[in-house]
């Protein structure tokens, strides 16, 4: 039986203690407060389900999940987006059953009903027979669509309740940011091949707290790369780096030291794609790398070398840490590149990410080792009394105040800053009642 006081309780006490930097460990395996993070996080926050390259021609679907409610995210046959809960209307069996395909209609395996890939009801086996006339009322009978979806820049979200702020709305200034991976190029971003997907006993927050702001562990977790020669430069890349704090997220930016000569990607053409503001940021020599939009959708570009000896090889992932259970999470991990990139970086693109980010990625498997086994210690009874620290930079790192783009700035990718506002924000949609 789920004690859900256990999760009220554990709620306050991590609000009480997030005021002095501090979180309780249990917040990372406590069943019962994970039951309300399902509630009136994944409830109600925007999800991202997917990018609409994945489904480019009328027909095509993917199928995607918040928690555990499947959702076949479609372009019909006008060429919309739709977001449709895979259950069909009449005993509620699963309407399609592969991870993604193409389909002009889904015939439910059951007894038969066939609906249009707009999710309305357009056949019933037998139906004149079987159902009396105005018996079945066809047209209230479609597959139920998500309470909201919304595409932003090609990536899609849906939300399961139906009311709260839009996308960009919820976005806020976060959007800004995001511009810097989507705006690269007038042919826009594409998924390259299927995202991966693997199953890690870990909690959900832990991947989405490292990658808002923890840039501090990647020259002790990935030294090892940097020594194999997979990494190159130096493990504490990161320490010079600047974190920012932009509503309903953040991220880490590298910055390159000036004379470099280093663009990372943003080169003049690209460069005159943006705003003044964020070419200003650029031309600081900072460039994004790491981020996190709450609740669970994480992104990183960054580079690995693949030949030995070779220069490093770019590549951009978005992921999600889709929740399972208080200890367990599916990584959903896709791989992305300027739609207009020649074939043969395409291809190096994404050797560096499986090197890299890919289930076996290298980088990829330190990380979720530190993940499980912070969720194994908080298992049990002494964690119970164990309060963890977030405590880095917030009385030593003031904000920056000459930063061109909006948001709280810090001239170190090494503070614990956006991580803090992270469960301030989770807080917040956990002491909202629903
Ligand atoms: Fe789908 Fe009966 S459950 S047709
Ligand atoms: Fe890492």
């Not at 609409?52 to 679907?61: F, L, Q, R, V």
Request: charged share 20%; glycine share 10%.
């Amino acid at each position: 039986i789920m004690d859900t006081n256990s999760g009220e309780q554990l709620v306050a006490q991590a609000q009480a203690l997030l005021a002095h930097g501090r979180l309780p460990a249990k917040v990372f395996s406590d069943p019962a407060l994970h039951q309300l993070e399902v509630e009136r996080i994944f409830g109600r926050a925007w999800i991202f389900l997917a990018h609409e390259t994945e489904i480019p021609a009328p027909g095509d679907y993917v199928m995607r999940h918040i928690v555990d409610d499947e959702f076949i995210v479609v372009r019909d046959d006008e060429g919309g987006v739709r977001v449709l809960f895979n259950s069909c209307r009449h005993r509620g069996m699963r309407v399609a059953q592969a991870g993604c395909g193409h389909a002009k209609t889904f015939r439910c395996p059951y007894h038969g009903w066939v609906y249009r890939n707009d999710g309305r009801l357009q056949g019933v086996p037998y139906e004149n027979r079987i159902y009396g006339p105005g018996e079945i009322k066809k047209e209230e009978m479609g597959l139920l669509a998500a309470p909201r979806s919304e595409s932003w820049n090609g990536m899609i979200f849906a939300s399961l309740s139906s009311d709260g702020p839009t996308l960009t709305e919820f976005l806020g200034n976060m959007a800004f940011y995001l511009e810097f991976y989507t705006r690269k190029s007038e042919a826009g971003l594409q998924v390259v091949g299927e995202p991966q997907r693997w199953v890690v006993r870990a909690n959900w927050k832990l991947g989405a707290s490292n990658f808002i702001g923890d840039g501090y562990h990647t020259s002790t977790t990935h030294f090892s790369t940097v020594k194999v020669g997979v990494l190159p430069g130096s493990a504490d890349f990161l320490i010079d780096g600047v974190q920012v704090d932009a509503d309903s997220g953040g991220l880490g930016f590298r910055r390159m030291p000036p004379g470099t000569g280093s663009t990372r990607g943003y080169g003049p053409e690209v460069m005159a794609r943006f705003e003044p503001a964020h070419r200003a940021i650029l031309e600081s020599g900072c460039f994004p790398s790491h981020g996190t939009v709450f609740p669970n959708l994480s992104f990183l570009a960054a580079a690995a070398i693949v030949d030995q000896g070779g220069a490093p090889v770019p590549y951009f992932t978005l992921r999600i840490w889709q929740p399972v259970a208080h200890d367990t999470i599916e990584i959903w991990s896709w791989m992305l590149i300027d739609k207009s990139a020649p074939e043969a970086l395409k291809r190096a693109s994404y050797t560096s990410y499986v090197l890299s980010f890919g289930s076996s990625g290298l980088l990829e498997q330190d990380d979720t080792e530190n993940w499980t086994s912070i969720t194994r210690s908080a298992r049990g009874r002494m964690a119970g009394t164990q309060e963890l620290s977030y405590v880095m930079g917030s009385t030593s790192l003031p904000l920056m105040t000459d930063w061109p783009g909006p948001g709280k700035a810090y001239s170190m990718d090494y503070t614990e800053a956006a991580e803090r506002s992270f469960y301030q924000l989770w807080l917040r949609y956990l002491q909202e009642a629903t």
